[in-house]
T-cell receptor
Framework: DGGITQSPKYLFRKEGQNVTLSCEQN?????MYWYRQDPGQGLRLIYYSQIVNDFQKGDIAEGYSVSREKKESFPLTVTSAQKNPTAFYLCASTLRQGTGSNYGYTFGSGTRLTVV | KQEVTQIPAALSVPEGENLVLNCSFT??????LQWFRQDPGKGLTSLLL?????REQTSGRLNASLDKSSGRSTLYIAASQPGDSATYLC??????????FGRGTSLIVHP
């Protein structure tokens, strides 16, 4: 079955460490997204990518970095510059615009990151 | 910039009630609107997608309507069950590559 796989499900980071969250999709989707979700808050966009080797900052990109070397993969690195990284992280994907109005967004199951 | 509002923010009802969740959006130039469900600690699961040319979409006990011109969508849940307890989010999709989500309606259905 096609879908998005996020790993790991739980991740613990020590102070000053960089950690990388994985997001892989086999849906042949063009665009991929990273969101952060905090308790009681909505989804906040960190980064997004429309095509391979291209990505744009979202609303809260500071302290995060991404790469898009392959269409199916969009890893997110939480750097030591991110002072409050404890949150739930969600990855999503979709086909590019212009492919019809019957395509929506697909989400992964999320990664919970905790600073220890 | 698209703005999405969901009302009510929270809802607690006894089992068996028919429910109405509302979603309003400011830019009516959309391709479709998607309703999601999110259980605690989980990702978003797509429930229904209504294309801009459609007025309604149904799946089991769920029915979603879309009035694009007025910037509104409604999710009806018939005969609610405790298993329906979750947060429900809507996402209108327009010309921008950036999806916009409402903050959701948190639903609790108690036995």
């Amino acid at each position: 079955d096609g879908g998005i796989t996020q790993s790991p499900k739980y991740l613990f980071r020590k102070e000053g460490q960089n950690v990388t969250l994985s997001c892989e999709q086999n849906l042949n989707h063009d665009a991929m997204y990273w969101y952060r979700q905090d308790p009681g808050q909505g989804l906040r966009l960190i980064y997004y990518s429309q095509i391979v080797n291209d990505f744009q900052k979202g609303d809260i990109a500071e302290g995060y970095s991404v790469s898009r070397e392959k269409k199916e993969s969009f890893p997110l690195t939480v750097t030591s510059a991110q002072k409050n990284p404890t949150a739930f992280y969600l990855c999503a994907s979709t086909l590019r615009q212009g492919t019809g109005s019957n395509y929506g967004y697909t989400f992964g199951s999320g990664t919970r990151l905790t600073v220890v | 910039k698209q703005e999405v509002t969901q009302i009510p923010a929270a809802l607690s009802v006894p089992e068996g009630e028919n429910l109405v969740l509302n979603c309003s959006f400011t830019d009516s130039a959309i391709y479709n609107l998607q309703w999601f469900r999110q259980d605690p600690g989980k990702g978003l699961t797509s429930l229904l997608l209504i294309q801009s040319s459609q007025r309604e979409q149904t799946s089991g006990r769920l029915n979603a309507s879309l009035d694009k011109s007025s910037g509104r969508s409604t999710l009806y849940i018939a005969a609610s069950q405790p298993g329906d307890s979750a947060t429900y989010l809507c996402a209108p999709r327009g010309g921008s590559y950036i999806p916009t989500f409402g903050r959701g309606t948190s639903l609790i259905v108690h036995p």
